[in-house]
Structure formats: structure tokens, C-alpha cells
Nanobody, 116 residues
């Protein structure tokens, strides 16, 4: 099992940056995949970025070249650096962990609002 706690969301102007953090309650070295999803009002949850097997990264087309996912195994934390934010990036961002054989784990989410 693992508990996930997100932080770093907030209100930012278009073009600005935020860094989200996802702190895990245990070592993340052996977790198969960790990632970030988002859900905007009235829309389905979508994948933003994920790290698989510790090093393979995958991004949604809409965030490529703007967002970067990374992990710090010593701090049991996964980050999402978000640059050049757009109003359409406004959403609840949730951290996800996949441990093989278990149901997916989710954090409570952190709200990101991009507005002038």
C-alpha cells in the first residue's frame, strides 16, 4: 500500500509556472509507475504525465514541451514542473501510483487555476 499527498497547486497567471509535488508514504523505488492526472470541471480525468519503471516517461500531447515529470527516490516524491501555463490547464491534479497486483492508488488532488 501507499498513501499519496499532493501539494503545490494554486492560482497562477497565464504563462506562469508551478511545481506540483506528490509525497508517498513509502519508498517509491519499486513502484511500477507514478504519474499525474487531471480533471477539469465537466470533463473526464486525463493522463498528464507518468513515469514507468523508474525512467520511461509519457506525456499528454497537450503538455509536451511545457511540463516535466521527475522523481526523487530519496525523498519518495514525484514532481510535475509546469511551465507556460494556459487557462486550459486549469484542473484538479491528482497523483497516481501503480503497484502491480494492487488497485491504483490516488491522492486527494491539488487544484490548479490558471487565470489573469
Amino acid at each position: 500500500q501507499v498513501q499519496l499527498v499532493e501539494s503545490g497547486g494554486g492560482l497562477v497567471q497565464p504563462g506562469g509556472s508551478l511545481r506540483l509535488s506528490c509525497a508517498a508514504s513509502r519508498s517509491i523505488r519499486s513502484i511500477y509507475a507514478m504519474g499525474w492526472y487531471r480533471q477539469a470541471p465537466g470533463k473526464q480525468r486525463e493522463l498528464v504525465a507518468r513515469i514507468i519503471s523508474g525512467s520511461v516517461t509519457k506525456y499528454a500531447d497537450s503538455v509536451k514541451s511545457r511540463f516535466t515529470i521527475s522523481k526523487d527516490n530519496d525523498k519518495n516524491t514525484v514532481y510535475l514542473q509546469m511551465n507556460s501555463l494556459k487557462p486550459e490547464d486549469t484542473a484538479l491534479y491528482s497523483c497516481n501510483a501503480v503497484i502491480l497486483g494492487d488497485p491504483d492508488y490516488w491522492g486527494q488532488g491539488t487544484q490548479v487555476i490558471v487565470s489573469s
